[in-house]
C-alpha cells in the first residue's frame, strides 16, 4: 500500500491536517477592502459594474482636460542656514524610560525626520553608547496623531494662564496645609530641572520629589549603600571585560544602559582577546541568544549559584550544594577562568534582590573589578526610583497625606493601577504629558509636555558627561517642556532657554555653551576614589544566605522588558509595534512564554492555520484578587516551570495604534518585583484561541548552512574554520558554483558597493529595522497583514534555533532522511539550544534571478552592482518576489497611505511628516525592497564630485549602517582597495548566503564564531 | 485768393493764440532743448532711491517729494548746485540750502558730481513733467486653480471630427434605407456603384484617412502630461527680460540654492527686498507689481521700513516647470558637476518677460542629453579609474556610461 507522506512547515503544523485539502480555506479576504462592510452583499452587480465603468470613463476624461495647478510658496524670510532639499542635522539628547541617548536629528525643511546616533559622541572616553530601537523610533512619537494639544481642565480644554493661575491657587493652599505636594517623575537627570525643583520647594516647601522608575533598578542601589555606603550604580565597561557572567541581566537588550551593546561588541571580534560571555537564565533572552554559553537556571537558584561562586573565590567554608551536576562543572570552570582574568571579568545581576546584588558586588571586589570593568566613579544617574521610598509615597496617599500630586512624564496608573482608587484622596492632580494616557482622564489638570525633539533641555546620564538638548522643530501643538511649567509656578517670568543657558554659563565647563550645543555634549574629569567594601556585610554574606527551599513544582513568573517596547511609552508608535520581539519574531503583541514541555503538561498548544499564521491557546493568569488574560507562546529553551510576560503592553488609552494590544504586566507587578513565585495560577481558557502575527514561523535551519558557525579554537587553527569553499558536483568535477555559470560576466565601472554582515558581532537587536523605516518610508501594515505574512521590512532579522538532529548524527544512527528532517524542525532541548541572527536585506545579487523574470525590466542591475527596483514600471506580476532565493521583495497589496484599514502614521497629515522626502511613498501594486539607500549613496557620490574629490570610505550613510551600534555592519565601495569593505572582502570569514546558487550578491556574510570549546555542528 | 489766403492765415493764427495758454502752461523753460527721457533714466537710476514725485510733504521719502512746485521756490541754477553738490552749497551759506539741510534733521543729500549740467537739466524737466499717475491696485497675491492646456482643443477637435464624421455617415446610410425602402434604384446604390467603378481612388483615400487618423491619434495621445510651452499668468508680474536680461542680475543671486541643493530655488521675499526696499518703481509696471512684495512683506514705502506685527503674506508662485513626483532631479548636480548653464535647459530665459517652459521635460529628453553629454574626467572623481577610462575610450565617455540611463538613478 502507498503511504501518504506528509511534510510539515513547522512542528506546530502537525496535528492540523485540514490545510492540506484546502489551500484557502477562508476566501480571499478583498472584499474586506473592496465593499462596505455593513453591508453583507458584497457582489458587484452587472449594473454596478457599467455604473463604475461609466463614472470612472468621465472622470477620467474630466480630469484629462484639466491639470491642476501647481504652486511654489517659498519663505519671505529664508532662515539663513535653511536650503530647500538640504538636510540639517542637529545635535541633541534623547532620554526617554531610563536610557539615555546622544542623537543627531535630521531636519528637511525645518521638520525632524530620523534620528541617529551623534558620532563625535561615540569617539569620547568616559562613556559612548548608542541607540536602541526605541530611541531610532522616537521621531515618529513627535507626530503622534494622540499627542495632547492644548492644556485641560477636567478634561476640558484651557489656556496656559488659566490653569496657571489655577494650579498656583490650589498649591499655595495646600502648602498651607500640613498635606504634602508631592512631585512624581521617573528618574530626573537633568541638572536644570532639579536646580528648579529646588527653587519649587523653596516656594511650596512641603514639596517632596518622589522618582519612581516603572522597572527599577532598586535592588544594585541598595546593595551599593549597604556595601560601599553610597546609592548609587556604578557603569559597567564590557569592553574591558575577557569574562562576562551574567545571571538574568539582559543588557544587551533593555537593562540599565543601551550603550552595553557597543562596549560587549567590541570584545567580540574573534582572536585571543574575545571576551567569553556566559548567560544564567531563565527566560530566553537576547542576551542569553547572544552569549558563548547560556545556562537556563530558574530565578531562584541564582542566589545559590551566584553563593557557589562567592564561596569558591573567597574561599569560605559555606557549603553549597549545586545538584545539577552539568551546571557544577560550569561554574567550577567559571570560577576558574574568572579568577584568572582577575581585574578584567564582570559579573553582573538582573535581579531585583537586593542580597543577590550584595553578593554579585562582592565577587566583583574579590576579583578587583571595581575601577576595572566596574567603574563606580563615573556613576550612572539614568536610575534613582528606590522602591522604599515609593511604598512609603503609596502609603502616604493611603493615608491622605497627600495634598497635591504632580505627575511629570509617567503613566502612573498604568504602571501602578492599584492606585486608580486612591486617587480621590489627593486634592490636586496635575499631570505632566506629552500625551493623553490611562492617567489623563483621572487628573484635575492636564499639562502638555513637549516632545523632546521640541525642547530645551539637559542632561547628566553619567558623572563625567553633560549633554545638552535642543528643539529642532517650533512646538507643534501649545505645549511647553516640564521645566519651563516648573519655572511658571515657582514664580519666574523667564524662558527656560534663557534659564538653561544662564545655568550653563554659569557651570564652568572647559567648552562655551555655543561649543557644548554644537557638539551635543561636554565631557569633564571627575573624583577618583576607591570605595571600600563594607566588612560587615561581607562577613554577613554567608550569614545572611538562606536559600528558598526548592520545590520541583515551584512555578515562576517572569516579567521582563523589550528592546523594542521598554515600559510602554511610546507603545502607540507603529513602526515598533510591528518591530518583530528578536527572539519570538512575534509583533503587535504581548505573550505568556513557556516551554515546550511544560506547555505540553498544562495541555496549551501553538498552532499553525491554514494561511500558516501561528494561533494559540489563552490562558487566565490570577494572582490574589488580579486575574489577567494572556495568549501563550511556546518558547524553545526556556527554562521549565518558568513563564515569561513582558511589559510595555495592554495599553488601553494609548491612541489608535495600541490602544488594546496586548496585556498590561504591570497589573501583576505584584510589590515591585519582577519575579513572581507560586503566587499565582494559570488555566486554559477554553474555546478561545489568540491569533498571533510573526514574522517567521520556521525556526531552524534544517541542516543547511544559512549561518555558518564555528568557536574560537577552531578559527584560531583555521580561519576558514566553518566556512568551507563550496563545491558542486559538475563534468568538470568538484567546481565552485561560479565555475558553472549560465549568465554574462557583469563588470563594475566606477564603484561597486558592498555590504558585510558579521555575524559575531549582530545582537539581533532591530535597531537597523527601524533605523530602515525611517529612512525608506517603509509602510506599517498592521497585524492582520503581518499574519499574512505581507510585512513589508526591507531588512529582517532572521532567527535560527539549534536542533538536536544533524545529518552526521542522522547517518551514525541510521536515521533515514525523512525522521531526520522531521527532527530537525524541532528546536533543541532547553540546555542545549543555541540561537543566531541573521539580518537579511535584498543581497544585490550580481547575477539576480529577479532581474531575469521581470516582464517589464522594472527591476535591472546598476553599473555599481546595486539591485534596482524601479516602482513607476513595475506592474506588480510578482515574479520576482516569486524568483528571489532570499525572500526580500515585499509586495504592496494595498496603498497604505491615506487608507482607512491601515490606520497608522500614513493615514493623517501628522504622521506623514516624519517621511523623508527623497524616497517615494510606494502605491499599490508595486514590488518594493532594500535599495540600499540609494539616495543617500547618490547624493554622496554627488558631494564628492561637486566639491572635487573621491568618494571617502565610510561617507555613504546607509540607514542600517549607521544604526548597527555594535559595527556589524560595514558597507562601501570594493573598488576601493583602501576601503573597509575591500578589506572585509578577501577575510576567510567572509561568505555568500545560498552561495551554491550562484547568485554572486553584494552583500555577504562573516561567520559567527563562538567561544566556546565544542562545536554543535547543529545550529 | 489774397483775401483767402489772408483768412486762412488768420484762422491759423487764431487757432494757435488760443494754444499758446495751454502751452505755455505746460512747458516753461526746461522743455525746449531737454530731453525728457533721458531725465527720466537718469532720475530713475538715481533718484527714486530717496525721492518720490508728489507733493513734498505727502510724498516724502528720505528726501522730499518732487514736484513742479519747486520752480517757484528755487531758481535753476540754485538747483543744478544743489543736486550737483548739496554740501557745498550749505557750506557756502546759502539760505536756503541751510533751511533744507536744518529741516532734513541735517542729513545730507548724496553728490552727483558726475553729473552735466545739461544732465540735471534733463533731470529737472522729467520733474516738471511727471507722467500720469498708474492707480496701483495691489490685488490678490493668487491665480485661479486650474489651467486649460493646449492639448485640449486639438483632443477636442479631434473628436469633433471623429464624431461628426460618423454623424454624417450614419445619417447617410439613415437617409440610404429610406430612399430604399421607396425607390428602386437609390442614392446609396448609386454610391456603391460609383465606388465600385473608381475602387483605386476609395481605397487610396480611406487609407489616407486611416493614416490621418493614425498620425493625428498618435501625436495627441503623446503629448498627454507634456507641458511645453505652458506660459501661466504669475500673481507677480515678474520680468526675467529686465532682471537676468537688462539689469543682468546673475541668475545665481536670487536661485541661489541651484548650486546647493535639489531645487534652484525661488527666491524667498527678502531677497527681492534687498533691492526693492530702494527700487519702489519699475520700467514696465511702475509701482504696481512691486507693491505686491510690499504686501507680502509688510513694507510701508513712505516710512522705507516693516509695519510691525504685519501678518505676512506668502507669494504663490505658479510653478512652470514640473517633474513627476517619481522622478529626482537635482539642479546642483547638473549646474556644478554638469557644468550646465541654466540657459541649455530653460531657454533664453533672459530673453523671457512672462517664463514658459522651453523643453519637453520627457525622460526621453533627459535620457538623450545623458547619452551626449561628455562627462568631467579632470574632476579628481574619476581619477585612478584609468582601466575603465580606456576600455571606453576616453573621448566617448559620456553620463550614460557611469549609469546615466538606468533607471535607480532617477526614479527611487
Not at chain 1, 236 to 244: E, G, L, S, T
Not at chain 2, 328 to 352: R, T
Not at chain 2, 379 to 384: E, I, K
Request: proline content about 4%.
Amino acid at each position: 500500500m502507498k503511504e501518504q507522506k506528509k511534510y510539515f512547515k513547522s512542528p506546530y503544523l502537525k496535528g492540523n491536517e485540514d490545510f492540506l485539502h484546502k489551500e484557502f480555506s477562508d476566501k480571499l479576504p478583498v472584499d474586506h477592502f473592496l465593499a462596505d462592510q455593513k453591508e453583507n452583499n458584497y457582489g458587484t452587480s452587472r449594473r454596478d459594474f457599467l455604473k463604475f465603468l461609466g463614472f470612472s470613463t468621465a472622470a477620467a476624461v474630466l480630469s484629462s482636460c484639466e491639470s491642476p495647478i501647481q504652486k511654489s510658496v517659498p519663505y519671505l524670510n529664508q532662515p539663513e542656514e535653511i536650503i530647500p532639499g538640504v538636510a540639517n542635522f542637529y545635535a541633541s539628547t534623547y532620554y526617554q524610560e531610563n536610557t539615555f541617548a546622544s542623537i543627531l536629528v535630521k531636519t528637511r525643511e525645518g521638520r525632524p525626520i530620523s534620528v541617529s546616533a551623534n558620532k563625535d559622541y561615540e569617539k569620547i572616553t568616559s562613556h559612548s553608547g548608542g541607540l536602541n530601537s526605541r530611541a531610532y523610533a522616537s521621531v515618529l512619537s513627535l507626530y503622534d496623531s494622540n499627542r495632547l494639544k492644548s492644556p485641560l481642565k477636567n478634561n476640558n480644554e484651557v489656556s496656559w494662564d488659566e490653569l496657571d493661575n489655577e494650579v498656583i491657587k490650589s498649591l499655595n493652599q495646600i502648602s498651607k496645609t500640613k498635606n504634602k505636594i508631592v512631585y512624581l517623575s521617573p528618574t530626573i537627570i537633568s541638572p536644570s530641572h532639579k536646580k528648579i525643583l529646588e527653587s519649587f520647594q523653596k516656594k511650596y516647601n512641603n514639596l517632596e520629589v518622589v522618582y519612581y522608575d516603572p522597572i527599577s533598578k532598586s535592588a544594585i542601589i541598595e546593595a551599593n549603600k549597604s556595601c560601599f555606603g553610597e546609592s548609587f550604580i556604578p557603569t559597567y565597561n564590557f569592553d574591558k571585560a575577557k569574562v562576562v557572567v551574567s545571571f538574568e541581566a539582559d543588557f544587551l537588550g533593555d537593562w540599565l544602559d543601551a550603550s552595553h551593546g557597543r562596549k560587549y561588541s567590541s570584545r567580540r571580534n574573534p582572536g585571543t582577546n574575545m571576551s567569553k560571555h556566559y548567560q544564567f537564565e531563565s527566560l530566553l533572552t537576547l542576551t542569553g541568544s547572544n552569549s558563548d554559553k547560556r545556562v537556563p537556571v530558574n530565578p531562584d537558584e541564582q542566589l545559590k549559584y551566584l553563593m557557589y561562586i562567592f564561596s569558591k573565590l573567597s574561599m569560605t567554608k559555606q557549603e553549597v550544594v549545586i545538584e545539577n551536576l552539568n551546571h557544577k562543572a560550569i561554574l567550577d570552570n567559571i570560577c576558574k577562568e574568572l579568577q584568572e582574568n582577575q581585574g578584567e571579568s564582570l559579573v553582573i545581576s538582573g535581579s531585583s534582590d537586593p542580597q543577590n546584588q550584595i553578593i554579585v558586588n562582592a565577587i566583583n571586589y574579590l576579583l578587583d573589578n571595581y575601577s576595572k570593568t566596574i567603574d563606580y566613579n563615573n556613576k550612572s544617574n539614568l536610575y534613582s526610583g528606590v522602591n522604599s521610598i515609593f511604598k512609603r509615597f503609596l502609603d502616604d496617599v493611603e493615608a491622605n497625606k497627600v495634598g497635591a500630586l504632580i505627575i511629570n512624564d509617567l503613566n502612573i496608573i498604568y504602571n501602578v493601577p492599584q492606585l486608580r482608587d486612591k486617587l480621590n484622596n489627593i486634592k490636586l492632580k496635575v499631570q505632566i504629558t506629552d500625551s493623553k494616557n490611562e492617567t489623563s482622564k483621572y487628573m484635575d489638570f492636564v499639562c502638555p509636555k513637549s516632545h523632546f525633539l521640541e525642547s530645551w533641555g539637559d542632561a547628566n546620564p553619567y558623572t563625567a558627561i553633560y549633554a545638552i538638548q535642543q528643539p529642532t522643530i517650533n512646538p507643534l501643538f501649545n505645549s511647553r517642556e516640564s521645566e519651563q511649567i516648573l519655572l511658571k509656578w515657582s514664580g519666574y517670568e523667564e524662558s527656560y532657554y534663557n534659564y538653561l543657558k544662564t545655568f550653563y554659563k554659569n557651570m564652568s565647563f572647559k567648552k562655551s555653551w555655543n561649543k557644548i550645543l554644537h557638539d551635543g555634549y561636554c565631557e569633564i574629569d571627575y573624583k577618583r576614589n576607591d570605595y571600600i567594601f563594607s566588612s560587615k556585610v561581607a562577613k554577613d554574606i554567608t550569614k545572611n544566605y538562606n536559600p528558598s527551599q526548592s520545590n520541583k513544582n515551584d512555578t515562576f513568573l517572569v516579567l521582563y522588558s523589550k528592546i523594542s517596547m521598554g515600559q510602554g511609552y511610546q507603545s502607540n508608535n507603529p513602526w515598533l509595534q510591528e518591530l518583530p520581539d528578536p527572539v519570538t519574531k512575534v509583533t503587535w503583541d504581548n505573550y505568556l512564554t513557556i516551554n515546550p514541555v511544560h506547555a505540553k503538561k498544562l495541555g496549551l498548544k501553538n498552532w499553525h492555520v491554514s494561511n500558516g499564521a501561528l494561533n494559540g491557546d489563552v490562558v487566565l493568569i490570577k494572582m490574589g484578587e488580579k486575574s489577567i488574560k494572556a495568549p501563550v507562546y511556546i518558547q524553545p529553551g526556556q527554562k521549565q516551570n518558568v513563564l515569561g510576560l513582558c511589559f510595555g503592553y495592554g495599553r488601553t488609552e494609548a491612541g489608535k495604534v495600541a490602544s488594546g494590544v496586548g496585556v498590561n504586566a504591570f497589573e501583576i507587578h505584584d510589590n515591585f518585583n519582577l519575579v513572581q513565585k507560586n503566587n499565582f495560577s494559570i488555566t486554559k481558557v477554553e474555546g478561545v484561541e489568540h491569533e498571533f502575527a510573526c514574522t517567521q514561523n520556521s525556526h531552524t535551519m534544517m541542516g543547511r548552512s544559512i549561518v555558518k558557525e564555528t568557536t574560537l579554537n577552531e578559527y584560531l587553527k583555521n580561519p576558514k574554520s566553518g566556512n568551507e569553499d563550496f563545491k558542486l558536483e559538475s563534468y568538470k568535477g568538484k567546481v565552485s558554483p561560479s565555475e558553472l555559470n549560465l549568465y554574462q560576466e557583469w563588470e563594475p565601472s566606477v564603484h561597486f558597493w558592498n555590504m558585510s554582515i558579521d555575524l559575531s558581532k549582530c545582537h539581533g537587536c532591530g535597531a537597523c529595522v527601524i533605523a530602515c523605516h525611517a529612512e525608506n518610508n517603509v509602510p506599517v501594515v498592521g497585524k492582520e497583514e503581518v499574519r499574512k505574512n505581507r510585512d513589508m521590512h526591507w531588512l529582517r532579522i532572521d532567527r535560527y534555533y539549534s536542533s538536536d538532529m544533524t545529518k552526521d548524527l542522522a547517518e551514525e544512527k541510521g536515521i533515514g532522511a525523512i525522521e531526520m528532517y522531521k527532527m530537525m524542525e524541532e528546536p533543541a532541548s532547553e540546555e542545549n539550544l543555541e540561537v543566531v541572527f541573521q539580518p537579511v536585506m535584498c543581497q544585490h545579487c550580481n547575477q539576480a534571478p529577479c532581474e531575469n523574470v521581470c516582464p517589464v525590466a522594472a527591476t535591472t542591475h546598476s553599473n555599481e552592482g546595486l539591485n534596482q527596483m524601479t516602482y513607476n514600471r513595475c506592474i506588480g506580476t510578482r515574479y520576482c518576489m516569486n524568483n528571489c532565493p532570499y525572500k526580500v521583495r515585499r509586495f504592496n497589496w494595498f496603498n497604505y497611505k491615506d487608507n482607512d484599514n491601515f490606520d497608522f502614521n500614513m493615514n493623517d497629515d501628522l504622521g506623514k511628516m516624519v517621511l523623508n522626502p527623497d524616497v517615494t511613498v510606494r502605491a499599490r501594486g508595486v514590488m518594493e525592497k532594500c535599495s540600499m539607500c540609494i539616495q543617500n549613496i547618490q547624493k554622496t557620490k554627488l558631494d564628492a564630485k561637486r566639491e572635487r574629490r573621491k568618494v571617502r570610505d565610510g561617507e555613504v550613510s546607509i540607514a542600517c549602517e549607521t544604526a548597527c551600534d555594535t559595527g556589524a555592519i560595514v558597507f562601501g565601495d570594493a573598488l576601493d582597495s583602501n576601503s573597509r569593505i575591500s578589506k572585509e572582502k578577501k577575510h576567510p570569514r567572509t561568505y555568500a548566503l545560498l552561495e551554491e546558487l550562484n547568485t554572486q550578491p553584494s552583500v555577504f556574510y562573516k561567520t559567527k564564531v563562538r567561544n566556546k570549546n565544542k562545536i554543535n555542528k547543529n545550529v | 485768393m489774397s483775401i483767402m489766403f489772408s483768412k486762412t492765415i488768420l484762422y491759423f493764427a487764431f487757432f494757435f493764440l488760443t494754444l499758446v495758454p495751454y502751452f505755455s502752461n505746460a512747458q516753461v523753460d526746461y522743455l525746449i532743448g531737454h530731453d525728457i527721457k533721458k531725465g527720466e533714466e537718469l532720475y530713475k537710476a538715481n533718484c527714486t532711491s530717496c525721492h518720490k514725485l508728489g507733493d513734498e510733504k505727502k510724498a516724502r521719502l528720505i528726501g522730499p517729494g518732487l514736484n513742479p512746485e519747486i520752480f517757484e521756490e528755487y531758481t535753476e541754477e540754485w538747483l543744478i548746485s544743489w543736486i550737483k553738490n548739496s554740501s557745498a552749497l550749505i557750506e557756502s551759506g546759502d539760505e536756503q540750502a541751510i533751511a533744507i539741510f536744518e529741516e532734513y534733521n541735517q542729513s545730507v543729500m548724496t553728490a552727483f558730481p558726475t553729473f552735466s549740467d545739461d544732465d540735471v537739466r534733463d533731470i529737472l524737466a522729467y520733474i516738471e513733467n511727471p507722467p500720469v499717475e498708474e492707480v496701483s491696485i495691489v490685488e490678490v497675491l493668487d491665480v485661479e486653480d486650474v489651467q486649460k492646456e493646449s492639448i485640449n482643443t486639438q483632443s477636442l477637435l479631434l473628436i469633433a471630427l471623429v464624431l461628426f464624421s460618423i454623424l454624417g455617415f450614419l445619417v447617410f446610410i439613415k437617409n440610404s434605407l429610406k430612399k430604399a425602402s421607396k425607390i428602386e434604384e437609390t442614392i446609396f446604390q448609386g454610391f456603391k456603384k460609383w465606388v465600385l467603378s473608381n475602387l483605386v481612388i476609395v481605397i487610396i483615400i480611406a487609407h489616407l484617412g486611416v493614416l490621418c487618423l493614425i498620425v493625428l491619434g498618435w501625436q495627441s495621445l503623446s503629448k498627454i502630461g507634456i507641458s511645453q510651452n505652458y506660459q501661466p499668468a504669475q500673481p507677480i508680474e515678474f520680468s526675467h527680460k529686465v532682471h537676468a536680461g537688462q539689469q543682468g542680475i546673475d541668475c545665481n543671486y536670487c536661485h541661489s540654492s541651484a548650486r546647493k541643493s535639489k531645487h534652484s530655488g525661488i527666491p524667498s521675499a527678502n531677497v527681492c527686498m534687498n533691492c526693492h526696499a530702494n527700487i519702489v518703481e519699475g520700467p514696465k509696471h511702475g509701482t504696481k507689481e512691486i507693491a505686491k512684495i510690499y504686501k507680502a512683506v509688510g513694507y510701508d514705502v513712505d516710512t522705507r521700513s516693516y509695519i510691525e506685527g504685519y501678518e505676512e503674506q506668502p507669494i504663490k508662485w505658479v510653478r512652470i516647470h514640473n517633474l513627476p513626483d517619481l522622478a529626482y532631479f537635482n539642479h546642483s548636480q547638473h549646474v556644478v558637476a554638469g557644468g550646465l548653464e541654466c540657459q541649455e535647459c530653460h531657454g533664453a530665459i533672459e530673453e523671457m518677460d512672462e517664463v514658459y517652459q522651453k523643453e519637453k521635460l520627457t525622460m526621453g529628453w533627459c535620457i538623450n542629453c545623458h547619452r551626449d553629454s561628455k562627462i568631467d574626467l579632470d574632476n579628481p572623481y574619476y581619477h585612478g579609474y584609468n582601466d575603465w577610462i580606456e576600455k571606453h575610450k576616453k573621448a566617448d565617455l559620456t553620463v550614460e556610461n557611469i549609469g546615466g540611463l538606468e533607471c535607480g538613478k532617477c526614479h527611487y
